[in-house]
Structure formats: structure tokens, C-alpha cells
């Protein structure tokens, strides 16, 4: 099974900041199947990146993602106040799916 | 524009069976991953597993839980289903049902509680 750590749990920003996320898996996550999820509080996650960088339709162009093998990231160019969330990685290339922990992007 | 939503008892007691529904429209059901995930209250997320709905009906489930789990699919009523057995607390929290392997929609998501 592929664990997932990201880094760091909480992240203090304050609204035009950047924000960078780290994703770190234990093994390579095959083809680069590595996902980034927003999740609002009493919402359902929302996909924003699949294949490590692609952007999904509809998701901003200050959300990007970046990296290979087992070092992702997801960064946040300049926050917005809606930007405020708890974001997840998964890797879909193997079995198990796995999901990190999740990083948590509050207001400083 | 695909929507899923989620159906099924909120409450279940301990040692009974967890019995969801997922409902598809706006979109066909057929040769999609669709997936069930779910999340603890205050805690994050975890895969449950999935079916590809593409004949062959292929099945992958969380080594965790593969003893206890079954999804199957429904394609003439557009649904997909999760049945989880022998359930504890433990099992407390939000179900979300998802379509493709990298989850690009999901349903709202029902809290299931496990308790007497």
C-alpha cells in the first residue's frame, strides 16, 4: 500500500499569499496518478488536479500542480478568501487508493 | 452535467448491514470507475473501493474492509451500490459515492451512524 504524507498539517496564510503543499508517497505512484482535492467544511471533496498537473475545467489557473515518482506538490499562487480549506492528495495508480492525511489552508 | 446522490438508512446497529445507493444522472453509468469513499467525523478520507461498470463488472475494495464489502451496479436504473457487513462504530461517518479513477464528481455525501 502507497502511504501518502503531506506537509505541513495547518498552513497560516494570509489572503494574497502563496500557498505550497507537499504530497510525499512512499513508493512512485504509478503513471503519475496523483490527485488534489479541496474539501470546504460540510462539503463533498471537489477535484482540482489529476495526472500530478492537469487542471480540471473550471478550476482556476492560480491552482497548479507539480511533480513525479514520489514528491508532489500543489500550489496556491495567490490565496483567495475561498482558497480557505482542507486539501487532500490520493494516488489512483495502484491498489489500494490512498488518500494523505490532509493539509488544512487557514486565515492567518 | 453529471450528478450522484447518495441514498440509504442514516441510523444502523451494531453487527447489521450498511446498505447505500448511488443514484447517476446526467450521464451514462456504463464504462465509468464508479467508487465509494468515506470519512469519520473531524477525520479524512478513505477509498472503500470501486466498480468498473464495463461488462465485466471488475470489482477492487481496501484490503481493510475487502472482507466485509461488496459494490455492485445496477445499469438499467443508472445506480451503484454498497453493502457493508458486520458493522461496529467504527464504521460511523459520512459515505460518498464518486465516479472515474481520479473521483471527478462526487455525490454530497450521507452520514451513516452505527449505534444500539
Known amino acids: 500500500e502507497i502511504v501518502l504524507t503531506q506537509s505541513p498539517g495547518t498552513l497560516s496564510l494570509s489572503p494574497g499569499e502563496r500557498a505550497t503543499l507537499s504530497c510525499r508517497a512512499s513508493q512512485s505512484v504509478s503513471s503519475n496518478y496523483l490527485a488534489w482535492y479541496q474539501q470546504k467544511p460540510g462539503q463533498a471533496p471537489r477535484l482540482l488536479i489529476y495526472?500530478?498537473?492537469s487542471r480540471i475545467t473550471g478550476i482556476p489557473d492560480r491552482f497548479s500542480g507539480s511533480g513525479s515518482g514520489t514528491d508532489f506538490t500543489l500550489t496556491i499562487s495567490r490565496l483567495e478568501p475561498e482558497d480557505f480549506a482542507v486539501y487532500y492528495c490520493?494516488?489512483?495508480?495502484?491498489?489500494?487508493?490512498?488518500f494523505g492525511q490532509g493539509t488544512k489552508v487557514e486565515i492567518k | 452535467q453529471v450528478q450522484l446522490q447518495e441514498s440509504g438508512p442514516g441510523l444502523v446497529k451494531p453487527s447489521e448491514t450498511l446498505s447505500l445507493t448511488c443514484t447517476v444522472s446526467g450521464g451514462s453509468i456504463s464504462n465509468y470507475y464508479w467508487s465509494w469513499i468515506r470519512q469519520p467525523p473531524g477525520k479524512g478520507l478513505e477509498w472503500i473501493g470501486y466498480?468498473?461498470?464495463?461488462?465485466?463488472?471488475?470489482?477492487d475494495y481496501n484490503p481493510s474492509l475487502k472482507s466485509r464489502v461488496t459494490i455492485s451496479v445496477d445499469t438499467s436504473k443508472n445506480q451503484f451500490s454498497l453493502k457493508l457487513s458486520s458493522v461496529t462504530t467504527a464504521d460511523t461517518a459520512v459515505y460518498y459515492c464518486?465516479?472515474?479513477?481520479?473521483?471527478?464528481?462526487w455525490g454530497r455525501g450521507t452520514l451513516v451512524t452505527v449505534s444500539s
Open positions: 490520493q494516488q489512483y495508480g495502484s491498489s489500494p487508493r490512498t
Open positions: 495526472g500530478a498537473s
Open positions: 466498480i468498473y461498470n464495463s461488462g465485466s463488472g471488475n470489482t
Open positions: 464518486a465516479r472515474s479513477r481520479n473521483l471527478d464528481y
